[in-house]
Nanobody, 111 residues
Framework: QVQLVESGGSLVQPGGSLRLSCAAS?????MGWYRQAPGKQRELVAT??????SYASSVKGRFTISRDNAKNMVYLQMNSLKPEDTAVYYC?????????WGQGTQVTVSS
């Protein structure tokens, strides 16, 4: 059974930093982070495929995804946060054609 539990979301001022954590019940080939802002579609933020990372253009240079396979953890370090980064952030695992999601953690960037 695939379980993903996010943590670390919070209210932060513009320019601040947060680190999100995802505790997974295993470690899979493709894992990553997505986000969904109010009234918008869920969008990819950053993913790992084996050792290759990819980022949305809007977060490149500010966010860093990492993983600890020994602990079944995936992290998202977010720096220089902007109000437009406000969203619910979801941990994701893709196994074959199936996408699995956590419950999400709220990130709010506001002064």
């Amino acid at each position: 059974q695939v379980q993903l539990v996010e943590s670390g979301g919070s209210l932060v001022q513009p320019g601040g930093s947060l680190r999100l954590s995802c505790a997974a019940s295993g470690s899979w080939f493709t894992m990553g982070w997505y986000r969904q802002a109010p009234g918008k579609q869920r969008e990819l933020v950053a993913t790992f495929t084996r050792d290759t990372t990819s980022y949305a253009s809007s977060v490149k240079g500010r966010f860093t995804i990492s993983r600890d396979n020994a602990k079944n953890m995936v992290y998202l370090q977010m720096n220089s946060l902007k109000p437009e980064d406000t969203a619910v952030y979801y941990c994701n695992a893709r196994i074959g054609a199936t996408m699995y999601w956590g419950q999400g953690t709220q990130v709010t960037v506001s002064s």
